[in-house]
């Protein structure tokens, strides 16, 4: 009988090799800090920040802006078509103002909205993705509460966000003298980004776009079907009609504004928007006395760092602001550390 020896068996080693890199003997570099070594960085930071806070906020008060809330002005309308059962009357308001000097360059148009909380979380998922693609209008699933009719069909396009579009039309007249008016161009072509126009929105491929929509309806605030929403651009109908596609570009924030048309610049209107008497003439449609919100329309120039907003410029001046205050207080207690060490050898 023979007796297994266990001992003689190697049992694999658990000790790394002897090489430098398992050993870590390996050459490295380690940086000895000194304050000299330090604090320059510190400074170059601060004044790296403070510079480009500076010119940004200088940038932003360059912008010429011009925003006129119409809630209230438009108090008949909004009394008229905040009613249900005027859902299909219209109500027009104009609404006059002065542009003190000219605003040139390329002038853009916006609405603004106050209290309208599109971050909310149901609301925010309240979309069908594929539908938008224009793969299966029918796949209403996720829309709720607005995925299919009392009859049972499916919303195209289904979900809050969608049923929610703002739908005011806004038109802006100039007054060169009292007895004549010219309308200003507007243009709703380039007010969305690139990826949403191409990527995330597709109508169905259809050679008739109506054809395309058999068996669906349209949302129940709205008053026309998806392929309907431009007379004037076939092309700009469907999901790919731009002010949708603006619409459904969720804000964050609960008040915010969004693109609405851009200043074609021709005859008069080529170098910008000349100093003067203006009008916007609005249909009223849009809600917002029911959520106790308020709305707007604004006209801005830009910059090459965007709209008139301080938030940037003011971000960037504070962190350039805190840095040099943090380099001052190390310095002064490295110059204060090495007198005291200095004496302590006398």
């Given at each position: 009988m023979k007796i297994k020896d266990y001992n003689s068996q190697r049992l694999p080693s658990r000790i790394p090799d002897n090489s430098a890199f398992k050993q870590q003997r390996l050459p490295a570099w380690r940086p000895y800090l000194t304050a000299w070594a330090v604090l320059p960085g510190f400074f170059a930071t601060a004044t790296f920040f403070l510079g480009i806070g500076i010119f940004l906020i200088l940038s932003a008060k360059s912008v010429k802006e011009i925003e006129i809330t119409y809630t209230d002005i438009c108090s008949d309308c909004s009394k008229l078509?905040?009613?249900?059962?005027?859902?299909?009357?219209?109500?027009?308001c104009s609404i006059p103002f002065?542009?003190?000097?000219?605003m040139p360059g390329n002038v853009y148009m916006y609405y603004k909205l106050h209290s309208f909380y599109q971050n909310y979380h149901l609301y925010l998922i309240s979309r069908n993705n594929r539908q938008l693609l224009g793969e299966d209008i029918t796949n209403v699933e996720n829309c709720a509460p607005f995925q299919r009719t009392s009859k049972g069909i499916p919303i195209a396009p289904c979900g809050a966000i969608a049923n929610s579009m703002f739908n005011d039309t806004i038109l802006l007249s100039y007054y060169p003298n009292s007895s004549t008016r010219i309308n200003v161009p507007l243009l709703s072509s380039e007010i969305t980004w690139w990826t949403d126009k191409h990527v995330k929105f597709q109508n169905p491929k259809s050679s008739n776009l109506s054809s395309a929509f058999a068996g669906t309806a349209k949302p129940p605030y709205w008053r026309k079907p998806i392929y309907e929403?431009?007379?004037?651009?076939?092309?700009?109908?469907?999901?790919?009609?731009?002010?949708?596609?603006?619409?459904?570009?969720?804000a964050a924030f609960p008040t915010f504004k969004k693109l609405y048309r851009r200043i074609?610049?021709?005859?008069?209107?080529?170098?910008g928007l000349p100093a003067g008497n203006y009008s916007f003439d609005i249909s009223y449609n849009f809600p917002v006395t029911?959520?106790?919100g308020e709305k707007g329309v604004v006209l801005s120039t830009v910059t090459w760092s965007g709209g008139k907003s301080f938030f940037l410029g003011i971000a960037y001046t504070a962190t350039g602001a805190m840095t040099w205050l943090a380099a001052f207080s190390m310095t002064a207690v490295h110059l204060k550390m090495k007198k005291k060490n200095g004496s302590s050898h006398l």
């Open positions: 078509r905040e009613n249900a059962s005027n859902f299909y009357k219209e109500c027009t002065f542009i003190p000097e000219k929403l431009d007379q004037d651009n076939p092309e700009n109908n469907g999901f790919l009609n731009n002010d949708f596609i603006v619409w459904m570009r969720v074609h610049r021709v005859q008069q209107f080529a170098d029911v959520v106790k």
